[in-house]
């Protein structure tokens, strides 16, 4: 995805979808989205928050920016709201915790360890 640092043509940069929402899972912002805050709110604030507060920093461009939050609410958007993997079980904390250290190392296959079944990316439960 294109950013401009400090909103400056002379500032561009490039972040992959999938490092972006890595460093969003990690950061305070996303603890926002988890306390009620849109994800779309979260998102934009931490993309455009200073870096000395846990952002990037920059701007961009509106038609990147919804693929990317399409993308993110596809991924965490299922997890945080249901707790519910896809045979059904419940997710405790611990086990959404590790999910989402997953997504945050790009691995995008979930299990619960309830039943031993694994799935891809999207077949989660909403």
């Known amino acids: 995805m294109k950013l401009w640092r400090e909103n400056r043509l002379d500032q561009e940069w ?22 009620g805050w849109t994800l779309d709110r979260a998102l934009r604030a931490f993309i455009t928050a200073l870096e000395s507060e846990g952002g990037l920093n920059s701007v961009f461009e509106e038609d990147e920016y919804n693929i990317l939050l399409d993308k993110v609410d596809a991924l965490v958007y299922p997890l945080v709201t249901s707790r519910i993997c896809y045979c059904g ?26 039943c031993g079944t694994c799935w891809e990316q999207g077949i989660l439960r909403g």
């Open 14 to 35: 490039e972040l992959s979808e999938d490092e972006i929402l890595a460093r969003f899972i990690k950061s305070e912002h996303f603890n926002y989205y988890q306390k």
């Open 89 to 114: 079980h419940p997710l405790s904390e611990h086990t959404l915790n590790r999910l989402l250290s997953g997504i945050n190392a790009g691995k995008y296959v979930y299990h619960c360890g309830k």
